[in-house]
């Protein structure tokens, strides 16, 4: 497995070279924080066993949430925290698309009209959901911002999971959509209303539109069940970074080549890129300084937990059923004996006062033989 803090040290001064200005504060500190990530010039927490007082340093992560190797906990705490709003309706997942007539625009402007992008995606579900015969009330949404294609290009766009239902508050009543409906809203009505309600908030921002935009948007709306693994999927890139290791499958020549799972044809492809530019790749991925790239909406924002628990009582529906099956934080265990070890002082100054040793790319592929 080749290392991303390896393809770092090897082409982090022909990145900074090309993009010279154009490089994000973000995007320096990202590259920063992933650079020396467990490396030795990582502060370091000092461990105890359990069992035999056997005592370890052992390098802190970066933390950073485009790390490939950092925030898996984070990542659980979160889906958790949807797992146990769970209602008794069916979900889906709609997928709001920006043009791509429109992204240069979007990229230059990534902190208001991110939020734009997701408010509006929001607002289209809610204005349907409030208008819907059958469903007449607050809807609910689990909103996450991604902003790669699978081959790591810009193409930032909006996931919902939704639950086919809504809560009618003046009326106190629960309602939910025909089995025999079959979908939730019409794909291009929504679009249609996503158009203009995310063209009227660039307005508002005084933002002139591209030339070229298109009539035409798209929404994806299909059905996923009860909603987990729509869930769990949007919880593998919320935390983790655009890419994972062992999609990077080599490294030489001064080129980078990783794979990716094509959509439509359902296998692995290959792309291969000077160094620099897939640093450019990933880097571009990361988000403005504290923005939330997940959010929740209507009767599943947070606010809401005295309603979902009894609708949950009502129904008798379960959620520490589906957050059983989630598999535990892994502890780390000691060397000697195998037990369990505990954590008992963090940030604790690097091991070593040289200058840091950064990793290779013949070391990380040393490492993984």
Same mark, same amino acid.
């Given at each position: ?70 925030? =898996? ?72 911002? =991604?902003?790669?294609? #699978?081959?790591?290009?810009? =193409? ?102 990783? #794979? ?34 997940? #959010? ?74």
């Amino acid at each position: 497995m080749i290392l991303l803090s390896a393809i770092i040290a090897s082409f982090e001064a022909d990145y900074l070279t090309q993009s010279g200005e154009t490089s994000l504060p973000s995007q320096r500190n990202a590259l920063q924080a992933l650079k020396t990530c467990r490396t030795s010039a990582s502060p370091v927490m000092r461990a105890q066993c359990s069992a035999c007082d056997h005592t370890e340093l052992v390098p802190h992560s970066c933390g950073h949430r485009a790390c490939p190797h950092c925030q =898996h906990h984070e990542s659980q705490q979160w889906l958790e925290r949807q797992l146990a709003k769970q209602v008794p309706a069916t979900y889906f997942l709609l997928t709001f698309t920006v043009p791509e007539a429109l992204r240069a625009l979007v990229w230059s402007n990534q902190q208001r009209l991110y939020d734009h992008l997701i408010r509006a995606s929001w607002e289209t579900v809610r204005t349907f959901a409030r208008n819907d015969k059958q469903l007449q009330g607050e809807a609910g949404a689990i909103a996450v911002l =991604h902003t790669h294609s #699978r081959r790591l290009d810009f =193409h930032p766009h909006v996931h919902l999971v939704v639950p086919a239902a809504a809560l009618d508050p003046d009326k106190k009543r629960w309602r939910t959509t025909s089995a025999k409906r079959g979908y939730l809203f019409n794909h291009k009505a929504l679009a249609k209303v996503f158009r203009a309600k995310l063209l009227a908030a660039i307005a508002a921002e005084g933002l002139t539109l591209p030339p070229g935009l298109p009539s035409t948007w798209v929404v994806d709306c299909k059905n996923v069940g009860r909603g987990e693994k729509a869930l769990v999927y949007l919880g593998r890139y919320l935390y983790r970074g655009v890419i994972q290791e062992k999609d990077i499958v080599a490294c030489e020549n001064g080129q980078v080549t990783f #794979r990716y799972r094509h959509a439509k044809r359902k296998r692995f492809e290959y792309r291969t890129l000077p160094g620099a530019r897939f640093l450019a790749l990933v880097l571009q991925h990361v988000l403005p300084k504290g923005f939330r790239r997940a #959010r929740n909406f209507g009767f599943l924002h947070p606010n809401s937990k005295r309603a979902i628990a009894l609708l949950q009582w009502l129904f008798g529906l379960d959620p520490k059923r589906l957050i059983a099956r989630l598999k535990p934080r892994p502890q780390l265990t000691c060397p000697c004996c195998g037990a369990d070890m505990r954590i008992m002082q963090t940030r604790l100054p690097p091991r070593s006062p040289q200058p840091p040793r950064m990793p290779t790319i013949e070391a990380a592929e040393a490492l993984a033989m």
